[in-house]
C-alpha cells in the first residue's frame, strides 16, 4: 500500500470485493483490494485484461458498488449511500475519460462539454462561458461548433477531457484514454494531463501502453482481480517521464501549431 497518511487523502479503500453472476457461476473480477491515495497524486493502473482495472475504476468513480469492503472519496465513505447522493458526489468530485469518448453525436462540441453542468444546474449562460473557456483551454476554440463526426479522434478526445473537468472534479479517472489514438493525439492528452496533475488534480489512469503509464508518479499492477505491485517512479525518472511527455507533444503537436 502507498504510504499516505490516513489523515490526508482523496481515496481510501479496504477490502473491496467485486463478484459477478456470470452462467451460474461466481466470478471475482476484483479480490481483497486495500489502498490510499493521497490528494494531487497520479497514478497509473496497468495490468492484462481482465485484471480487473476497470472494476476498480468504476468502483472509485461511484459507477458500481463492491460486494464488499469499504471506500471513502474525499472524506465520504460512499459504500452504502443511496443513489442520488452518489451522483452527485460523482459529479462534484470525479471526471471521466474512456477510450470511446462517449460524445453525444449529435450535440456540438460546446454542448457535450457544458452537459455535467446542466446536471449540476448552472444557469445557461454560465455553462456556455465555461464551456467555451474549457475548450479554448485545449486548443479547441474554433471547433466548437462542431459536432463529433467533423473531429479528429484527437480532437474528440480533448473535448472528452474538457467535459471531464469543466466542474473542476478533484479527481479525473481515465480508462484506456489514448487506447484509440495515434501516437501524436495520445502524446497531446499524456500532456494535458500533466498540465491538470501540476495543477492540483489527482489523475488515475488504467492503461495497456507502458509509455502513459510511465508518464504517472506512481503504478498499480494489477492481475486476476488482485493488487499485485504498488511502487513509486523514482524522482529522477518522473521528471525524465514529464520532459519525454511534454516534448513528445511539442514535436507533434505544439511545433505544428
Same mark, same amino acid.
Given at each position: 500500500?502507498?504510504?499516505v497518511s ?8 479496504e477490502g473491496l470485493? *467485486?463478484n459477478y453472476q456470470? +452462467? =451460474?457461476?461466481?466470478?471475482t473480477?476484483?479480490?481483497d &483490494? ?5 490528494p =494531487?497524486d497520479?497514478?497509473?493502473i496497468?495490468?492484462p485484461s481482465g485484471s480487473?482495472k476497470?472494476?476498480l475504476m468504476?468502483? @472509485?468513480g461511484?459507477?458500481d458498488?463492491?460486494s464488499? =469492503? ?7 465513505d460512499?459504500? +452504502? ?8 458526489i460523482?459529479n462534484?468530485?470525479? =471526471?471521466?475519460?474512456?477510450?470511446s /469518448?462517449?460524445?453525444? #453525436?449529435?450535440?456540438t462540441?460546446l $454542448?457535450n462539454v $457544458?452537459m455535467p453542468?446542466?446536471?449540476?444546474g448552472v444557469k445557461?449562460?454560465e455553462?456556455?462561458?465555461r464551456?467555451?473557456e474549457?475548450l479554448? %483551454?485545449?486548443?479547441?476554440? $474554433? %471547433?466548437e461548433t462542431h459536432? #463529433?463526426a467533423r @473531429? ?6 480533448r473535448v472528452?477531457l474538457a467535459r471531464?473537468v ?5 479527481? &479525473?479517472?481515465?480508462?484506456e #484514454? ?8 495520445a502524446?497531446?492528452?499524456?500532456r494535458?494531463?500533466?498540465?491538470l496533475n501540476?495543477?492540483?488534480?489527482t489523475?488515475l489512469?488504467?492503461t495497456?501502453?507502458?509509455a502513459?503509464?510511465r ?5 498499480l499492477? /494489477? !492481475?486476476d482481480g488482485?493488487? $499485485?505491485?504498488d !511502487? !513509486?517512479v !523514482?524522482?529522477s525518472r518522473a *521528471?525524465?517521464n514529464k520532459?519525454v511527455c ?11 501549431a
Amino acid at each position: 500500500m502507498g504510504k499516505v497518511s490516513s489523515q490526508h487523502y482523496l481515496i481510501k479503500a479496504e477490502g473491496l470485493t *467485486r463478484n459477478y453472476q456470470i +452462467g =451460474g457461476r461466481v466470478v471475482t473480477a476484483l479480490d481483497d &483490494v486495500s489502498l490510499l491515495i493521497g490528494p =494531487g497524486d497520479y497514478v497509473a493502473i496497468i495490468g492484462p485484461s481482465g485484471s480487473g482495472k476497470t472494476t476498480l475504476m468504476k468502483i @472509485l468513480g461511484c459507477l458500481d458498488r463492491p460486494s464488499n =469492503g469499504r471506500y471513502w472519496l474525499d472524506g465520504i465513505d460512499v459504500s +452504502g449511500l443511496a443513489p442520488d447522493r452518489m451522483a452527485d458526489i460523482r459529479n462534484r468530485v470525479v =471526471g471521466f475519460l474512456f477510450q470511446s /469518448f462517449l460524445l453525444l #453525436p449529435q450535440s456540438t462540441a460546446l $454542448e457535450n462539454v $457544458e452537459m455535467p453542468l446542466a446536471y449540476a444546474g448552472v444557469k445557461a449562460s454560465e455553462r456556455r462561458r465555461r464551456a467555451r473557456e474549457a475548450l479554448a %483551454r485545449f486548443g479547441l476554440a $474554433e %471547433r466548437e461548433t462542431h459536432r #463529433p463526426a467533423r @473531429l479528429s479522434g484527437g480532437e474528440q478526445q480533448r473535448v472528452a477531457l474538457a467535459r471531464a473537468v469543466i466542474n473542476n472534479p478533484r479527481l &479525473v479517472l481515465a480508462d484506456e #484514454p489514448t487506447g484509440a489514438l495515434d501516437e501524436e493525439s495520445a502524446g497531446e492528452v499524456t500532456r494535458l494531463f500533466a498540465e491538470l496533475n501540476h495543477s492540483g488534480v489527482t489523475i488515475l489512469v488504467a492503461t495497456h501502453d507502458m509509455a502513459v503509464a510511465r508518464c504517472a508518479k506512481r503504478m498499480l499492477r /494489477f !492481475r486476476d482481480g488482485r493488487l $499485485e505491485g504498488d !511502487r !513509486r517512479v !523514482r524522482p529522477s525518472r518522473a *521528471r525524465r517521464n514529464k520532459l519525454v511527455c511534454s516534448l513528445t507533444a511539442v514535436v507533434n503537436g505544439e511545433a505544428q501549431a
